[in-house]
Nanobody, 124 residues
Framework: VQLVESGGGRVQAGGSLRLSCAASGYSLDAYDVAWFRRVQGKERELIAC???????VYVDSVKGRFTISRDAAKNTVYLEMNSLGTDDTAVYYC???????????????????WGKGTLVTVSS
C-alpha cells in the first residue's frame, strides 16, 4: 500500500484544514487507518484512528475538533481539522495496517504502511 498525504499548509489559529491521504496498491477497505503527527522536538503520536472493527478513536487533545473519515470510492482517508491552535503545528502522517489496535498508546511500530507526511503550520 502506498499512501500520499496532501492538504497541509499554513492557517491562522481558529481556522480549519482538511488533510487527504490517497492510497494505491490495495483497497483501504481491508485496512485500519490512522493519522499521526510529530510536533517538532517530540515523538510521533497517534491522534485519530479508524478501525474496521472498532470505529473511530481520538486522543483527548483533538477530540471534538478533528474527524477521521474514509471515502471508499476514492480510496482516500481524510482528517478534518477545526478550531486549530498553535499547538496543532506539526507534520501529519497517515498510516494503514491490516490489523491495528486503535487505542492511545498503541505501538507506532505496529503500523505497516506510512505516508511521507504533510506539514501543518498554525499561526497566532
Amino acid at each position: 500500500v502506498q499512501l500520499v498525504e496532501s492538504g497541509g499548509g499554513r492557517v491562522q489559529a481558529g481556522g480549519s484544514l482538511r488533510l487527504s491521504c490517497a492510497a494505491s496498491g490495495y483497497s483501504l477497505d481491508a485496512y485500519d487507518v490512522a493519522w499521526f503527527r510529530r510536533v517538532q522536538g517530540k515523538e510521533r503520536e497517534l491522534i485519530a484512528c479508524n478501525s474496521r472493527a472498532m470505529g473511530s478513536v481520538y486522543v483527548d487533545s483533538v477530540k471534538g475538533r478533528f474527524t477521521i473519515s474514509r471515502d471508499a470510492a476514492k480510496n482516500t482517508v481524510y482528517l478534518e481539522m477545526n478550531s486549530l491552535g498553535t499547538d496543532d503545528t506539526a507534520v501529519y502522517y497517515c498510516a494503514a495496517d491490516a490489523s491495528y489496535i486503535c487505542a492511545e498508546g498503541s505501538p507506532i511500530s505496529d503500523m505497516g504502511y506510512w505516508g511521507k507526511g504533510t506539514l501543518v503550520t498554525v499561526s497566532s
